[in-house]
């Protein structure tokens, strides 16, 4: 029996105004409930759930609820949103993670509010600059009408998202002014976890090195065999070379930092997934743009003796792990 159920919505960085990161995790056990799933980030919502449905049979597997006789596809996605998902966690305020839960704040109802979780640094960043009553109307509860209940989230303390998970945040750097986080799930059926890490850059290249706190962390639990997946970005191709970074990994960047978790396990394999996302989609379209860094990585873990399985995560992709 799975631990998660995961459905990536959108796993891309931009530049292409669709497909912007956001994933829908719920427990790997049982029916849909009101509120059994929870979003991290939210670069795409509505329009992501509405694509899936599109898709044939995509509520047989459980991945996403049944839709009932008298609901429509488009009825059906926003019911997702209202009714299943409990909260949104938040990695950090770019544009790429939260354009979908901004243009979709105005189709949510006071009577039905959105918890939105996040460090304070994220919640903050939120408020100031993009609900502000200028960029966009204040539908937070930080002295707005109250539909986005910001959860600001304690660092490295485990809080329940629902019933089945609970989630806790670490903070993470992604460039010089944008303080990121990587959540660890954990299923409280089966104590399973997933780590999935928001942009992050290396910690070679940190001002402020956070990422091996949260890589002792998954080590110690691939140890006792309860990590199941590990969600990270690369952003660019092998091919970007030493140009700047913006806060994000590339091929070799991501390898060193997997190898720091090798070392930490204490054997040269990584023993769950590796799912890959936040391709950036500038010089090539998202299939060939992902095909490219995975192979990059292949080849760049071979050559350094790290055995690791990779997936591409893509709009669409529905994982048990
Ligand atoms: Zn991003
Ligand atoms: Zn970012």
Redesign the pocket.
Known sequence: MSSFRLVVLGAAGGPVDRHTSAYLIRAGHGPWTRDCALAIDAGTLVSGIKDLYSQPNASDDGFLPPIAADRSVHEASWDVLEHYVSAIYLT?P?F??IAGLVINSAGLSNLRPMRLAGLTSTLHALRSHVFNDVVWPNLTDDAGCGTLLLDHLAAAVEQPANDGLAVEPFPVS?GHN?E?TAYLIRDCRSGNHMLVWG?VEPDTVARTPRNITVWRRAADLLLRHSLVAVLVECSYPHTHGAAPLF?HMSPQHLIDELQTLATLVGRPHIDCPVVITHVKERCQPGEAARQTIKSDLEALAKQQGLTCNFLMAHPGMCLNL
């Open positions: 950090h770019h790429d993670h992604h944008t990121s942009d806060g």
